[in-house]
Nanobody, 123 residues
Framework: VQVVESGGGLVQSGGSLRLSCAHS????????MSWYRQAPGKAREFVAG????????NYADSVKGRFTITRDYARNTIHLQMNSLKSEDTDVYYC?????????????????WGRGTLVTVSS
């Protein structure tokens, strides 16, 4: 199982970006998916999450109303639409997948991380 992020880049303050995370190797709908971010020297922090069936989302207070997480079952992909970006949103963004316990199997990892994609917001 692996997840691969894309879509990071440089954007001006107030602008928008859309991150994508492609999931492969095990049934996509068996995983709850999330985005985290991390700045150098700081702890990784939760940004947004979506349940395995897409029925529920949750967000960090710092991004509520600006970011939207969605999942595309046809493409085994999740997206993070980021609007009204601020300089403090500058970070490396990581995709995370956690298997729903009812679907856990020993041959597949219970949790998987991507390598990250850099988002830089210039003021």
């Amino acid at each position: 199982v692996q997840v691969v992020e894309s879509g990071g880049g440089l954007v001006q303050s107030g602008g928008s970006l859309r991150l994508s995370c492609a999931h492969s190797g095990y049934t996509f709908s068996n995983y709850a998916m999330s985005w985290y971010r991390q700045a150098p020297g700081k702890a990784r922090e939760f940004v947004a999450g979506i349940t395995s069936n897409g029925g529920r989302t949750n967000y960090a207070d710092s991004v509520k109303g600006r970011f939207t997480i969605t999942r595309d079952y046809a493409r085994n992909t999740i997206h993070l639409q980021m609007n009204s970006l601020k300089s403090e949103d500058t970070d490396v963004y990581y995709c995370n997948g956690k298997v729903v316990p009812a679907f856990a199997r020993p041959e597949y990892p219970a949790e998987v991380w991507g390598r990250g994609t850099l988002v830089t917001v210039s003021s």
